[in-house]
Each structure stands twice: as C-alpha cells, then as structure tokens.
C-alpha cells in the first residue's frame, strides 16, 4: 500500500491506498469539495507535500481539470 501527499492550492491531503497517483489525486480533489482552493496542477509524492518549487523529477503532476474530467 503506498502512501501518496496530495497538493494543489491550499488543499494537502495524505492518502495511504493501492490506488495510483492519479487515482489518488483523483481521490483527493472529488472527495475533500469546497472549502478549500485548488490551483491548475496537483502535486503527488511518496516522499513529502510538494508545490511548484518543490517540485522535482519524482514528483507526479497533473493538470487539474484533466483529473476532474476524467471523474
């Protein structure tokens, strides 16, 4: 089972769960609603909460209207 750190705006989110990072991300954006903001992209890590600058080539990212239209 892994554990994934979402992030996307003011919204971080951990997930332990066999699912795959864009699951989880998935999961993390539909099932957490309102209030919180989300930005364009969703950051998804096995290490740690990532952001823009803290992101780097083992940070998963995803454009955030492609996971919500992918629901």
């Known amino acids: 089972m892994a554990k994934y750190y979402v992030s996307s705006g003011d919204l971080s ?3 332990h769960t066999d699912k795959s990072p864009m699951e989880a991300a998935c ?3 539909c ?3 309102s209030p ?3 930005d364009r992209e969703v950051f998804v890590d096995e290490r ?3 952001n823009k600058t803290t992101a ?3 940070t998963m990212i995803f454009d955030t209207d492609f996971i919500l239209e992918g629901d």
């Open 13 to 15: 989110v951990i997930l």
């Open 27 to 29: 999961e993390a954006l």
């Open 31 to 33: 099932f957490c609603g």
């Open 36 to 38: 919180y903001t989300i």
């Open 48 to 50: 740690g909460i990532r």
């Open 56 to 58: 780097d080539e083992q």
